[in-house]
Nanobody, 128 residues
Framework: VQLQASGGGLVQAGGSLKLSCTAS????????MGWFRQAPGKEREFVAA????????TYTDSVKGRFIVSRDNAKNTMYLQMNSLKPEDTAVYYC??????????????????????WGQGTQVTVSS
């Protein structure tokens, strides 16, 4: 599975960006896809995830009410609509694909260890 993330850029605080992650290859076994981010000097952290069937989503507390994760199965694409951006949202954003771990609860997918494939990342910079 190959993942291509795009949509990052430079935006002022309070602005919006929409990230996309398109999967190719053996995507039929996709169970969950997620977004993670890593700021300079910090560890990678979970942002949001979505089940590939149904409507279950999960978010880290710091983005709840501001970010929305969605998907288009026909396009094998996951999106992250980011609103009311803050300087602390500045990071490289990575998308990830989970095929080998199965849990009823999408909230179990906050750990990077639950994912099998990773994209290359897209830079998001929020200026104050």
């Amino acid at each position: 599975v190959q993942l291509q993330a795009s949509g990052g850029g430079l935006v002022q605080a309070g602005g919006s960006l929409k990230l996309s992650c398109t999967a190719s290859g053996d995507t039929d076994s996709t169970y969950v896809m997620g977004w993670f981010r890593q700021a300079p000097g910090k560890e990678r952290e979970f942002v949001a995830a979505i089940k590939w069937t149904g409507s279950d989503t999960t978010y880290t507390d710091s983005v709840k009410g501001r970010f929305i994760v969605s998907r288009d199965n026909a396009k094998n694409t996951m999106y992250l609509q980011m609103n009311s951006l803050k300087p602390e949202d500045t990071a490289v954003y990575y998308c990830a694909n989970s095929q080998g771990y199965f849990s009823y609860y999408v909230s179990d997918y906050h750990s990077g260890s639950k994912y099998d494939y990773w994209g290359q990342g897209t830079q998001v910079t929020v200026s104050s």
